[in-house]
């Protein structure tokens, strides 16, 4: 029978903050990308099936299951009861060891316990069979594949059955049978060997002393540190440039072709993360993403983009891959996105946001990517009026998007405050002069009478979740009644379940067919407008419903789907996590600071 990958929520994360793998809670590891996050998976039958490989480690009959992460970090443990015992089976990626490696731990709880092993490369995503020969001793096998090589070291007799290595074996209680698979070069000696019980004690330490080192105190305390913790798993140690998720082509509607590849770093997220970490009081992390931002941008001001890979690169070609059949049959399957090479005006607010947010809390000098700055501001004064493809990504062609303009309005408004602050050189009367043209254009073009409601583009009656961000960015404030009646608009027609839609997939030509779940980044954001209008009452029971849709683990896709109640879209989800620690520190604060501030009580 073939296997098919489970509900998106039934899976768990482990990481090293250089890649990334996705455990079932059938103990079957079903997404791996070695050695990076964006590298080809060896392991995809989250998008494909069985033959794209897949890592199995489980009792041969299960009669229930439960998991959870040992500690505060990111060691993984499911407890499996059968008939005749149970067994925990102990997963993680040690940080910091020489080559990157996953650890499977058997470990026997009561009585005795048959497993079965079954492991199936397949390199290129799902596509090349390994070349499979043992380790010296029987220790082992090595697989290798063009230029990777991956090792795998137990004391268990394994065997080739099917082009796969299986095993079956006996734990009873108190033993321990170990798996430790290594990527290495595959013109380099084999990765060496680990101390499972070293790596695992380390392993810990690591992430129970940073999650020690989290200054968020407060309600909702468990839900911040579980998604700091999943950010920093997403933050790709050697240069701080944090993935939007591990996946790519997780649907965001279960059989569509909103299939997109996630394994980049966008900048819209650049001012959200850094509010968040320092929320969370790890500046340093926040000093690393901000500086991964400024170098990946640096360059032309009519190059930007609005996203990067996690070392800055920028080309990010985007093609399918007809070899895998997706999720639940949802194709296409992608690799790269062609969004890199859109126009997306907010990109322009959010870079410079980031740079005035950094600036007021002395992560950098005051100076300090100041020219990079004005020469984004030279460019974006050329091009504010242009249409462009809008912060969804939309391609059904550019228009005149609302919350567009509103974020050049922004770059120019924080830039002024940044002359005005720190002494700063720049044309100050020309970027008021500016600012001032961009709000009369909203106002006049980007609100709609009939409705009484701002709307996604101008001249249009369609409405935009990003709409609910004028009012955070200092645009309007938030008793005005144009904000007062959009925020009713929205709820009336963007509120599926009480969750909230971007928007409507069929009013908004963003050349795609098919629909979307509920935007999970968007409902927070409906808590943060809550927050401000004072509806506090409100705004607590939409975040106790928006927790209450993270797994087991804590860990939150992109979407949800309120008519198959189930998690959709690539997973876990950066965005919908930075959500989460910033609604979670506005409702403790009962403030919501404007983009670009931070509250002094964070």
Known sequence: MSYTALPIEDYGLIGDCVSCALVGRNGSIDWLCWPRFDSAACIAALVGSEENGRWLLTPSAVRSSSRSYRGSGL?????????TGSVALIDFMPVGVPSPSIVRIVEGRTGSVE????????????MSVPWVTRLANDAGI?????????VLRTTVPLEGEDMKTVSRFTVKAGERVSFVMSYGPSHLAPPLPLDTDRVLAETMGHWEDWVSRCAYEGPHDKAVRRSLVTLKALTFAETGGIVAAPTTSLPEQVGGPRNWDYRFCWLRDATLTLMAMMTGGYYDEARRWRDWLHRSVAGSPEQLQIMYGIGGERQLMEWEVPWL???EKSSPVRVGNAAAGQLQLDVYGEVIAALHLARRENLRDAAHGWSLQVGLL?????IWMEPDEGMWEVRGGRQQFTVSKAFCWMAFDLSIKDVESYDLPGPVERWRSVRDAIHQAISEQGFSKAKNSFTQSFGSDALDAGLLLLPVIGFLPPDDPRIVSTVAAIERELLVDGFV???????TSDGLTGGEGAFLACSFWLVDTYVLLGRYDEAEALFERLTGLANDLGLLAEEYDPRLKRQVGNFPQAFSHVALVSAAGH??????PLRGEVDEAA
Do not use: N
Request: charged fraction near 30%; charge should be negative.
């Open 75 to 83: 060691v993984l443990e499911t407890v499996f009861q059968t008939d």
């Open 115 to 126: 497993m079965t092993h079954e492991l199936r490369l397949r390199f290129d995503y799902g």
């Open 142 to 150: 090595v697989a290798i594949a063009g230029p990777a090589q991956v």
């Open 325 to 327: 059949a997706g999720y």
């Open 378 to 382: 030279d460019h974006l004064e050329q």
């Open 501 to 507: 839609l971007r928007y409507r997939t069929d009013e």
């Open 587 to 592: 409702l403790r604060d009962r403030k919501v």
